[in-house]
């Protein structure tokens, strides 16, 4: 039996889930609304307060589908009451970001500066200059959005230079030596 898959995803108060036929299922909550398709072979049950997931059969696919579908389940549910957020910091000397409407202004280094537009249902926010903060109810769009944004300047391993998670960690190396 899967570990994740066989806990029952909790309903909180004010959160409806309502499950179509062909596993669509929506969730809503007090910060919007999510749908998604699961797969047709998991049998998703909605009883009382919670949602238990099961699997038809021992089959390997089976097996590893279901973790996957419970937690998916349980995000759309977290992301309904609690909402994600993913915090992006940007050092470098010059380095800075503007916002504008939804439209974000990286100044990277480049000869040109970088304007990223917030897709539907995400927020981005400056803290300061070098400081993004971005959220959103979907987990995957949220950290789709925060790795487009790292993406337009990883951080590179001699300064430190760069786009980073703020709870990522720069593996530093030496930089160059001089001839003796």
Known sequence: MSRIG????AIPTGVTVTLAEGNNITVKGPKGTLQRKLVDDMNIAVEKEQIVVTRPSDLKRHKSLHGLTRTLIFNMVNGVT???TKVLEINGTGYRAAKSGNKLTLTLGYSHPVEMIDPDGLTSTLEGNNKITISGIDKEKVGQYAAEIRGKRPPEPYKGKGIKYSTEKI??????????
């Open 171 to 180: 593996r530093r190396k030496a930089g160059k030596t001089g001839k003796k």
């Open 6 to 9: 066989k806990q029952p995803v």
């Open 82 to 84: 609690n909402g994600y």
